[in-house]
C-alpha cells in the first residue's frame, strides 16, 4: 500500500524546487534597467521616458529636465501623449550637440502648444530612445504601441526622425500600419513618403504620415531653380555620391542626376563609399584620387550626394588639391546644416588658401535658416519701393514671407520668456543649424491637429485615427505658419512648395568662417499661392 503522506511531500517538493528554478531564471533574464522605462542593451540605453531622464547625455539633461517639469505641470488636465523619436546617445560631441538642438525644440514646441491655443489637450512628452542608427526600434516602436492603446498614456503621434534609414522606414511603416499618426519634422529622403497622385488623390503607404521638410526631389530642384536664376551657364558639374546603402544618400543622388544642366557637360559620376553616417573609414584616400580627377576634368560644380561628416572630408581634400587657381562649388543637401559645427580654424583656412581667398564654397539646401524672411522681406520691400510711390497695405506684403516671420518672432520670444523664467534647457539654441525651428514646427502642428481634432468636450481626448486625418486638411485657411516657411500638407501628408533655404558655408578672407543666407529656392519655381491654396493637379512627393 503506497505512502500518500512521503508522495505528497515529495510532490511539494518537487514543485517547491520547480517555483525557485523558475523565480531564478526569471531573475537571471530581467533585463538591467538604466531607468523606468529604458532597458540597457549593450552600452545602450533603449525605451521611452518623459520623468527628465537624460539616457547618459549630459547635453540634453537640463532639457530633458525642463520637459519633466512641464509634463508635471500639466498632470490632471486632460492631455495625450507625444513622443520624439530619436537617438539620443552618442560618443560624438557634434551629434550630442544636435540631440541638444532637437530637444530645445520639442520643448519650446510643447511649451507653445499648451499655451498658445490655451484648450485642451495639453501635450505630454516622451523621450523615445531608438538606439544607435535606429537599431532598436522595434522595441520601442512595441512599447509606443502599447502607449497608443493605453487608456492612461493616450499616444497620439510620434514626431521626430532625423535619419531617412532603412530602420526609420520600418518604424514609421509599423507606426502608421497601427493608425498611430506620424510627424516627420527631418527626414528628407524620398521613400519615407506618401505618394500623392496628379488627379488630388495619394497611395497612402503610410496612412497618417505627415512630413513638414522637402523631399531630396524637391530640395534639389529648389536648388537647381534658385541657381538657375542667379547662376551662370557656363559652369561644368559632377556628381560625387556614396554608394553606401543609406535612403537620403540615395534620393539626393536621384534627385541631383535628375537636375537639367544648362551648362556643358560635365564628367561622369565619380562614386565612394563611406562605413558609416558617422565613420570616415578609408573616405579621406577615395577623396584625393577624386579631387584629382575632378581637377583634371574641369568642373567647378560638384553635386554632393553624401553625410555631413564625409562632406566635410571631401571639402577639405578639394581644398588641398592645386589645381589652376580654380574656385569650386560644393552643393549638397539637407544633412549638411550641421557641417560648421566640425569645423576649426585650421580647416577654416585649408578652405580658405594660402592667398586668403575662398578655395571651396558650399552650398546647402536648408530647411531653415532664421535669416531667411527678414532678409528676403528686406528685398521685397526695395522692390517695391522702386516700382511704387506708397507703403504696401497689409494684404499686398507676400504673405509667404510675412506668417513664417511672425512664427519665428514667436520662437524667439518663447526662448527669451523661457530664459526670464529661470528655466534652464542647456545653451542658448542655436537656430542657424535648422534643427530647433524644425523640431518646434513639428511639436506646433501637432498641437494644432489635437485642438482641431477636439471634440466631445474638454473631458474628451481625440481618436489617433482623428488626428491623423487632421493632417491632409492642412492647407489654404488652414495652413500653418512654421518658422521654416508655411506648412501646406497634400492628400498624401506632403509639404507642398515648400521653400529651401539656400545657404552657403564661407570661409571668408580670414578667421572662422560663417554661415550665410543666400536666398531661397522653390520647388515649384515660384513661391506658395496666396493663402496657400494647392492647384489642382500637384504633388507634394515623387
Known sequence: MPNWKKILYALLGVGAATVLVWFGLSFLQKPEMCFEGVERIGDECVGVNGEGYDFGTPEIREVSRAIAR????????????????????SDQATLRRQMRSDLQGAYLGQ??????????????????????????????????????????????????????????????????????????????????????RKDGTAKLRFPGLARIIPTNHDAAQALANFNGERGRE???TVLVYDKRSDGYNESLAKAFSGIDEKGPPGPAAMPFESPAID?????????TQTANNICDSGADTVYFAGRTLHLRIFALKLAQVECKHRHYTIVSGSDAASLRLGMTEEKWARLRGEDGKPKVTVQYAAPAHPDAWRS??????????????????????????TEPGAALEDLEQRIRSTRDEGVRIGSVPDLEDSRTMLVYDGLVTIGKALHQAQKGGAEAVPGREDVGGQWSLFHSRHRVPGTSGLICLTSGGNSYDKPAAVVELDPGREGRGKLKFVGLGWPAGKEQPKNCVIPSGQSGAR
Open 70 to 89: 512641464e509634463n508635471k505641470k500639466i498632470d490632471g488636465q486632460p492631455h495625450v501623449t507625444v513622443a520624439v523619436m530619436l537617438p539620443l546617445q
Open 234 to 236: 557656363d559652369r561644368k
Open 279 to 287: 565613420e570616415p573609414g578609408s573616405t579621406g584616400n577615395q577623396f
Open 376 to 401: 528676403e522681406m528686406a528685398d521685397w520691400k526695395k522692390k517695391w519701393d522702386e516700382d511704387h510711390d506708397r507703403q504696401p497695405a497689409k494684404d499686398e506684403l507676400p504673405q509667404y514671407l
Open 111 to 196: 511649451r507653445e502648444a499648451n499655451e498658445g491655443e490655451g484648450e485642451p489637450p495639453k501635450i505630454r512628452l516622451v523621450l523615445a530612445n531608438p538606439g544607435l542608427y535606429y537599431g532598436h526600434q522595434d522595441k520601442v516602436v512595441g512599447t509606443l504601441l502599447r502607449m497608443a492603446d493605453s487608456e492612461k498614456d493616450r499616444l497620439r503621434a510620434v514626431t521626430g526622425f532625423n535619419l531617412s534609414l532603412d530602420e526609420t522606414e520600418a518604424a514609421i511603416e509599423r507606426l502608421t500600419k497601427h493608425k498611430v499618426p506620424v510627424l516627420a519634422s527631418r527626414i528628407s529622403g524620398d521613400r519615407i513618403a506618401n505618394e500623392d
